[in-house]
């Protein structure tokens, strides 16, 4: 077994050494911090938006939604990536640095009569950077900026209309749980009125005033008031669900949102709605983004008829030993296309023809919107009508049933009159909500016709 004698560290080498320990143990502490600190975002529950039993407006929803619905952050890194490439393609006016090495082993077998076989083995070491310039490309790389920039701005239109989308569904789902709520409340009145109409019928009874039949009617109207109400507080758990999940938060506590359901008019002519439309729609920006980074595509397809410049510059070590020869370089390329296959024509006919699509889209994408924007109004102005009718048919129900009531009271009236003025009572209350619920939508619909929020 040998002994090798240990060779002493210079003060520089310890030094060395020392500093390089020292990074090492700075960089796991690092580590460890960092794993830690991962550890507990994953262990602590993330912030909820919203407080158990807090009041809440619909512009509140509107915002929580912006910040906690998945779809928004998908739309919006969509956006981020597309403008990522804006960069991407400018990278090609700069210069393109780079450093390669290479190492090749060479090895040759000669044979001779006086020797036999000889093998010849060698080495060939390169080495050097290297610097390349687009000098001028007829239009290539700023066509290539134009459709990155282009399809940045399209997809940025589409983040804004998944943004309106989302606005309008928690828009519906905010009004549904106002109109699931109001039902509720209705729906308790009926049961307050049909138990006071048994208590009556049950006294009547007692005396031997009205038969036993008006009992078991009192009864059987009490009972559908109650299954009616069940249903109603059945609907309204699932409108809250509704608006969680618009907003995204599913498992949000219980709060509760201001009622907004009370009727205004809402003065808007078609044709303002529809200049509107057309100047704000996100979705009508998008395709004519689109369209505007097809015409850039069809400019970069036609730039490849006509030739590149480029120059470069290097400097090199190269050899089979050391010391290795060196020197720069210096040149420039002109490369002529010439003939590839009609591929360039080819790709100018398909550039052609997909900006003429997306030409006939955005006048496509117009109509509709034209159409939108009128079944917009025309449902407003329905609605607006339906409120005032509702309105009037409620306070003639509520007049109604207040006679039959008093008719039956009095020992006048029967029980089948009572019956049916709660009855149209409770579809008058029904349809006066629907009318509400229905106006606010018909806003919410026009306004997103219009690509307002």
């Known amino acids: ?46 912030e909820q938006p919203i407080k158990k039993g807090e009041v809440l407006t619909l512009p509140q929803c509107l915002a929580i939604a912006r910040n906690k619905n998945p779809q928004i952050s998908a739309a919006r890194n969509g956006f981020l990536a597309a403008k990522s490439r804006i960069g991407e393609a400018q990278s090609n006016y700069y210069p393109q640095a780079q450093w390669q090495t290479d190492v090749n082993h060479f090895s040759s077998t000669t044979q001779s009569q006086l020797i036999g076989s000889r093998t010849i083995t060698s080495a060939n070491f390169d080495t050097g950077p290297s610097i390349t310039q687009n000098l001028y490309d007829f239009g290539r790389t700023s066509s290539q900026v134009g459709i990155a920039k282009f399809n940045s701005e399209a997809s940025y ?4 209309n998944v943004d309106l989308q989302i606005d309008l569904n928690v828009k519906t789902a905010y009004y549904g749980v106002l109109q699931a709520q109001r039902n509720v409340s209705a729906a308790q009145e009926v049961v307050r009125q049909a138990t006071q109409h048994l208590t009556q019928a049950e006294g009547f009874f007692k ?62 002519t078609f044709e303002h709605a529809l200049q509107t439309a057309y100047k704000n729609r996100p979705d009508l920006k998008s395709f004519v983004a689109t369209e505007k980074a097809l015409k850039q595509s069809l400019r970069f397809a036609n730039a490849g008829f006509y030739p590149t410049l480029s120059g470069s510059a290097g400097y090199n070590w190269s050899g089979e030993r050391l010391p290795l020869d060196h020197g720069w370089s210096v040149g420039a390329s002109l490369v002529v296309p010439i003939f590839n296959g009609f591929l360039t024509k080819k790709q100018v006919d398909e550039a052609t023809a997909n900006l003429d699509a997306a030409s006939a889209n955005v006048e496509t994408l117009k109509q509709q919107i034209y159409l939108q924007n009128r079944q917009a109004y025309l449902n407003l102005k329905q609605a607006e009508s339906s409120v005032a009718t509702a309105a009037v048919g409620l306070k003639q129900a509520q007049e109604n049933l207040d006679l039959a009531n008093g008719r039956y009271a009095a020992g006048v009236g029967s029980n089948i009159e009572v019956t049916d003025a709660l009855t149209s009572f409770s579809n008058a209350q029904t349809a006066y909500i629907n009318a509400l619920y229905s106006h606010k939508l018909a806003e919410a619909n026009l306004e997103n016709a219009m690509g307002v929020r």
Do not use: H
């Open 1 to 46: 077994m040998g002994f090798r004698k240990r060779k002493r560290l210079s003060i520089r080498e310890r030094s060395i050494c020392l500093m390089f320990l020292f990074l090492a143990v700075l960089m796991a502490v690092a580590a460890q911090s960092m794993y830690a600190q991962a550890e507990d975002a994953q262990a602590a529950p993330p």
């Open 157 to 160: 239109q589409n983040f804004e």
């Open 207 to 268: 005396v031997g005033t009205a038969p036993k039949i008006d009992v078991i009617n009192a009864e059987v109207t009490l009972s559908n008031a109650q299954l009616s109400l069940i249903q109603a507080r059945n609907a309204l758990q699932v409108s809250w669900q509704n608006l969680n999940n618009a907003m995204g938060i599913p498992d949000a506590p219980e709060y509760v949102i201001e009622d907004n359901l009370a009727y205004a008019p809402y003065p808007i």
